[in-house]
């Protein structure tokens, strides 16, 4: 198990595993947060049931682990990487011979979105805690610190980049994923290529629409 | 109208232009020493040259002007043996797909063009000289496992072992391997993967292969991640870069044969 998780392919495994894991929360994620153009109760009602159900703890966790594994391992490939490759060339390749900027910038859009997440838990998961009553029962009013937050116009461009920067991250993670796995073959890699681009766009553009609903809808 | 034919005739027989290139080559007078690019200018290069026959070209004028030539590698220069890889203007083998740079021909480029040239980078492959590499790293990956156990006595009967088309055909297609290494070149890591994978998946679809199966991957990747290649992000610049276009298919198939051997090898 040790020579597996130290060898080049068994670290490429963990990395497909576990983005496999981070990319299916994102679209759970954003798809529950598409429930802020139903109205505030159907919002935090929402959040109350997901955080106050057995599978809780776990998937919490899980979704830390996995998170820690993914940087830690891209931090570790990465200098591995570099120091396969001492010394650059002085030109960059023809355009016959290039592959997508996503493909060549993970350890970037991978380090923004670290930061992302970690300022994002912080303003939300561990923000302001306000309450709020519907039909007798108190649930945290995350819609009211969402509204909040998006009132300044700088933290929904930042919010807005750095989910453009995790749809670029998808774009070349998704398929990535299933070539990591070891899934590669005529008939369903162009599929796989195709449906990780649609993954992307839709991840990326469900998230930037609350920023932006808010910041235009919910003025001061 | 005879005269009028006679006279369109002549103009049909034109000499190929000559063009004037400026190079900035990779010098390095050895492994360890610091190399640095210098600029040299060749004239009357004729487009049907291969860019072996332009470099020859600029050595023999080197020659002449008693500074040492340029070093690279070359052998068969019909594009079957992968030695003579270098990295043209940043790509491997120059900057069309599925060719060496023996078989780059200098009509693709264009007179007064500047051309870099210089040695595949990466730590696994040391610089020898100018543009030559050492690529032995290549050779010990072939030795921990990318070769089959055959019978001694008589020649076994032809067709006697079965194999299906289809198994015969991807086995070929990676066997077209010619360990050249551009798929190191090209990667922004130099990984190894697409190489090793070529021949993993050679003899893993060919009966003949099943032997050494598990041990094969498994001795084959622990050597190359021994020599110091990179880890694989699947870029695809190999796959672009090949000149024998091996897919990242083998790369996947190694990954599951690893696996695969992983989970059945009884060795620790």
Redesign the interface.
Known sequence: ML??L????????IMGLSGLGLSGFVFAHMTGNLLVFKGAEAYNMYGHFMTHNPAYPLISWSLVLMMLVHAFLGIL?TK??H????????????P?????TA??T?IFSGSILLVFIITHLATFKYGNHYDVEYGGQTVRDLHRLMVEAFQNPAFVVWYVVALIVMGVHLR?GVS?IF????????RY?PTIKWIGIVYAIVVAAGFISQPIYVYLVHQG | MSANHSHSATSTQKAPASMTLTL?VWRQSGPHSEGR?EEYKVDGIVPDMSFLEMMDVLNQKLIKAGIEQVSFDHDCREGICGTCLM?I????H????GVTTCQLHMRRFQDGDTI?I?PA????FPIIKDLSINRSAFDRITASGGFISVSTGNAPDANSILISKTAADLAMDAAACIGCGACVA?C????A?LFTSAKVSHFALLPQGQPERTDRVLGM??Q??IE??????????CE??CPKEIT??N??????E??RA?LVTRKS
């Not at chain 1, 120091?83 to 023809?94: D, H, K, L």
């Not at chain 2, 203007?89 to 491997?92: E, F, P, V, W």
């Not at chain 2, 110091?228 to 610049?237: D, E, I, K, P, S």
Request: include cysteine; aromatic fraction near 8%.
């Open positions: 020579h597996f130290r060898s080049s392919v068994g670290k490429k495994f490939l591995e990487n120091s396969a490759r001492p010394s650059a060339y002085a030109v960059q390749a023809s016959a011979k290039s592959v997508t493909s060549k993970m070349h990535s070539q990591s796995l070891g899934f590669n073959h005529p890699t | 900035k690019f990295v203007n940043g790509s491997a120059g900057p069309d797909r870099v210089e980078r990466a730590k696994a090209s922004k890591n130099a990984s993967m990747v622990k190359m991640d110091g290649f990179g880890n694989c992000t699947n870029t695809g610049a672009a870069a990242l298919e790369i996947a198939r190694m990954n599951r690893y696996l992983m």
